[in-house]
Protein backbone atom coordinates (compact mmCIF):
# COMPACT_ATOMS: atom_id res chain seq x y z
CA UNK A 1 0.00 0.00 0.00
CA UNK A 2 2.78 2.68 1.05
CA UNK A 3 4.00 1.29 -2.74
CA UNK A 4 1.11 2.57 -4.32
CA UNK A 5 0.65 5.97 -2.59
CA UNK A 6 4.13 6.46 -3.53
CA UNK A 7 3.76 5.67 -6.96
CA UNK A 8 0.69 7.63 -7.23
CA UNK A 9 1.67 10.68 -5.79
CA UNK A 10 5.18 10.95 -8.55
CA UNK A 11 2.82 10.00 -11.07
CA UNK A 12 0.32 13.03 -9.88
CA UNK A 13 3.53 15.59 -9.64
CA UNK A 14 4.83 14.75 -13.03
CA UNK A 15 0.83 15.42 -14.57
CA UNK A 16 1.36 18.46 -12.91
CA UNK A 17 4.89 19.18 -13.49
CA UNK A 18 3.80 18.65 -17.84
CA UNK A 19 0.66 21.23 -17.37
CA UNK A 20 2.57 23.68 -15.68
CA UNK A 21 5.45 23.82 -18.29
CA UNK A 22 2.50 23.51 -20.93
CA UNK A 23 1.18 27.16 -19.20
CA UNK A 24 4.89 28.84 -20.00
CA UNK A 25 4.62 31.50 -22.58
CA UNK A 26 7.54 33.15 -24.66
CA UNK A 27 8.71 36.28 -22.93
CA UNK A 28 9.50 38.89 -25.90
CA UNK A 29 12.23 41.95 -25.91
CA UNK A 30 10.56 45.05 -27.64
CA UNK A 31 13.23 47.40 -28.96
CA UNK A 32 13.20 51.12 -28.49
CA UNK A 33 15.23 52.78 -31.08
CA UNK A 34 16.69 56.36 -29.46
CA UNK A 35 14.34 59.07 -30.55
CA UNK A 36 17.09 61.12 -32.15
CA UNK A 37 17.62 58.37 -34.79
CA UNK A 38 13.78 58.78 -36.03
CA UNK A 39 13.62 62.97 -35.60
CA UNK A 40 13.52 64.41 -38.90
CA UNK A 41 11.14 61.50 -40.40
CA UNK A 42 8.04 62.00 -37.92
CA UNK A 43 5.74 63.18 -40.46
CA UNK A 44 6.80 60.45 -42.60
CA UNK A 45 5.49 57.52 -39.96
CA UNK A 46 3.28 54.50 -40.98
CA UNK A 47 0.94 52.48 -39.02
CA UNK A 48 1.56 48.47 -39.36
CA UNK A 49 -0.28 45.64 -37.11
CA UNK A 50 0.29 42.00 -37.22
CA UNK A 51 -1.92 39.28 -35.21
CA UNK A 52 -1.63 35.54 -33.94
CA UNK A 53 -4.07 33.59 -32.64
CA UNK A 54 -4.03 30.55 -30.12
CA UNK A 55 -6.28 27.79 -28.97
CA UNK A 56 -6.95 26.34 -25.37
CA UNK A 57 -9.21 22.92 -26.58
CA UNK A 58 -11.35 22.43 -23.59
CA UNK A 59 -10.17 25.59 -21.78
CA UNK A 60 -7.45 23.01 -20.41
CA UNK A 61 -5.24 21.72 -23.58
CA UNK A 62 -3.14 24.97 -24.65
CA UNK A 63 -2.49 24.75 -28.54
CA UNK A 64 -0.23 27.43 -30.07
CA UNK A 65 -0.98 29.90 -27.68
CA UNK A 66 2.44 30.01 -25.38
CA UNK A 67 4.32 31.87 -28.40
CA UNK A 68 1.93 34.02 -29.91
CA UNK A 69 3.26 36.83 -28.48
CA UNK A 70 6.65 35.95 -30.36
CA UNK A 71 4.94 35.13 -33.78
CA UNK A 72 3.10 38.71 -33.75
CA UNK A 73 6.21 40.37 -32.82
CA UNK A 74 8.55 38.36 -35.31
CA UNK A 75 5.54 39.38 -38.19
CA UNK A 76 5.58 43.18 -36.51
CA UNK A 77 9.38 43.27 -37.53
CA UNK A 78 9.18 41.54 -40.76
CA UNK A 79 6.79 44.00 -42.09
CA UNK A 80 8.97 47.42 -40.80
CA UNK A 81 11.88 45.86 -42.40
CA UNK A 82 14.99 48.34 -41.53
CA UNK A 83 12.80 51.06 -40.41
CA UNK A 84 12.79 52.39 -37.02
CA UNK A 85 9.83 50.44 -34.80
CA UNK A 86 7.83 52.81 -32.57
CA UNK A 87 4.93 53.12 -30.28
CA UNK A 88 4.30 49.45 -30.01
CA UNK A 89 1.06 48.63 -28.59
CA UNK A 90 -0.35 45.49 -27.51
CA UNK A 91 -4.08 44.02 -27.50
CA UNK A 92 -5.00 41.00 -26.31
CA UNK A 93 -8.65 39.26 -27.51
CA UNK A 94 -10.73 36.03 -27.16
CA UNK A 95 -13.13 34.31 -28.78
CA UNK A 96 -15.70 31.25 -27.57
CA UNK A 97 -15.17 28.31 -29.75
CA UNK A 98 -17.44 25.83 -28.68
CA UNK A 99 -14.87 23.30 -27.86
CA UNK A 100 -12.20 25.71 -26.56
CA UNK A 101 -11.41 29.34 -26.87
CA UNK A 102 -9.06 31.42 -29.42
CA UNK A 103 -6.69 33.24 -27.74
CA UNK A 104 -5.42 36.61 -30.05
CA UNK A 105 -2.64 38.94 -29.92
CA UNK A 106 -2.33 42.34 -32.32
CA UNK A 107 0.64 44.56 -31.85
CA UNK A 108 0.33 48.06 -33.64
CA UNK A 109 3.71 50.10 -34.48
CA UNK A 110 4.41 53.16 -36.22
CA UNK A 111 7.43 52.67 -38.10
CA UNK A 112 9.49 55.43 -39.34
CA UNK A 113 12.32 54.70 -42.46
CA UNK A 114 16.00 55.24 -41.92
CA UNK A 115 17.46 58.09 -43.66
Not at 26 to 32: D, V
Request: contains cysteine; hydrophobic residues 40%; charged residues 20%.
Amino acid sequence: MKYIRKIVAIASLGIFGFFIVGCSGTPIYIETPDPKAYEGSKDKGREISASASGFQLLLFIPIDINDRHEKAYQLLKAQAGNGYLTDVKIKESWTYAFVGTVYKTTLTATVYPKE
